[in-house]
């Protein structure tokens, strides 16, 4: 148990973190804005139930990955030969989208902090990255990288959203009772936490670490946990502070609205504090989908694994050259949620079948009712992903 105790300190915090902070990224921030924007408290609702979509998604996914003992991608190329690669393809697909928004988000940070152009913001960014890749070891980056950030976050949006006075009664009353709804908000803010790569990134990063085997599942599941937790606090704060400067009449910008925010609440010291967190999100949500998406097709083949920075850094450089080219960050940072929203019940659903073969799985046997939950996020997704994922592909045309 101690030995558990010392290590969930170490690789398993470390994991937590990567997948929290992959999905308190750029489009997180834009995300909860705009759904603010129009639902006002009962946005409060959309996280609640986001918070059980996540809980079934992650559990599952993290506690199949780690008995199996194997990534999402071989776990399902053997299942069915070829799966694998179809799920990669998914997944991969959602995470260039991801990252697109996210090297959109480094532009708009740097933008609120220096005044540079959105263009040359990300370019600037895309350097840093690639510099944090190939200057020290990734998985020790990784780890103490995404604590500080997602510390650094955490503590500076507390304090926005304290000064913006928001009303913590209404609140909580429509978080339960919601006054609206919406299915574009769920879909997004689940696709944004726990869709597309962000499903597997956690546990991916504790099978890097070693941590594999039924014997390992407490400690998984507090990982977890603990990363749902981290992204779902850092939400709600968000959340009030945006409720707080709307109820006190601020008008938000359309082109990056979770600026106005923290302008609003705390002037332009919040302003520029708001370039620190946005460019802080973006870079870590850089590093957690370019990591995560290259470790899908890294075990296809020697020679991905043998080159696995220089597949990173291609994977960053085509995702800034794409939004350096079309632009319009805040729609992409939208439909990138979207995007894998349709994608998590697919992966999730492949795993949930996977966890049932005696022939994958061995001795052990998934708890039923983490299956009965999984199925639920699988049916609830995918029925109100593919509607929503039709609007947003209109909205970023238009």
């Not at 799920?87 to 609120?112: D, E, H, P, W």
């Amino acid at each position: 148990m101690g030995a558990g105790k010392r290590w969930f300190g170490g690789a398993s915090l470390g994991a937590a973190f990567l997948m929290a902070n992959s999905s308190i990224g750029p489009g997180f921030l834009t995300q909860t804005t705009v759904f603010t924007q129009q639902l006002l408290t009962s946005f409060g609702f959309v996280i609640l139930v986001s918070v059980v979509l996540d809980v079934g998604a992650q559990l599952n996914t993290w506690r199949i990955l780690t008995v199996s003992e194997l990534r999402a991608q071989d776990l399902a190329n053997r299942l069915l030969p070829g799966l694998g690669y179809f799920l990669a393809a998914m997944v991969i697909l959602g995470g260039f989208a991801f990252n697109i928004g996210n090297i959109a988000g480094c532009g708009l940070g740097l933008n609120v902090l220096t005044g540079m152009s959105y263009a040359h913001g990300a370019l600037a960014s895309c350097a840093v990255a690639l510099t944090l890749f190939w200057v020290q070891e990734i998985g020790k980056m990784l780890d103490g990288f995404t604590k500080i950030l997602g510390t650094v976050k955490i503590l500076l949006t507390l304090g926005i959203a304290f000064s913006a006075h928001p009303p913590l009664l209404e609140a909580l009353h429509h978080t339960v009772l919601p006054a609206k709804l919406s299915a574009a908000a769920i879909v997004t803010i689940v696709g944004g936490t726990v869709g597309g790569y962000i499903t597997f990134s956690g546990a991916h990063r504790l099978l890097d670490a070693g941590i594999k085997g039924p014997g390992q599942q407490d400690v998984v599941t507090r990982s977890a946990v603990s990363g749902i937790v981290i992204s779902t606090f850092m939400r709600f704060v968000l959340f009030l502070a945006i409720v707080g400067v709307l109820r006190h009449g601020a008008v938000l910008e359309a082109d990056n609205p979770a600026a106005g925010v923290f302008r609003s609440a705390a002037g332009e010291v919040g302003f520029r504090v708001f370039g620190v967190i946005l460019w802080s999100a973006a870079i870590s949500s850089v590093v957690g989908a370019a990591y995560t998406s290259v470790s899908f097709f890294k075990t296809f083949h020697p020679i991905f694994a043998r080159y696995e920075r220089a597949c990173i850094s291609i994977f960053i450089i085509l995702s800034t050259g794409i939004f350096v080219l079309v632009g319009k960050p805040t729609q992409l940072l939208v439909f990138a949620g979207a995007v894998n929203g349709l994608i998590l019940p697919i992966a999730l659903g492949i795993v949930l079948v996977a966890a049932t073969s005696r022939r994958l799985m061995g001795a052990y046997r998934h708890p039923r009712w983490m299956l009965a939950a999984g199925w639920v996020v699988v049916l609830i997704m995918g029925a109100l992903s593919v509607p929503v994922l039709v609007e947003q592909v209109g909205a970023l045309l238009r």
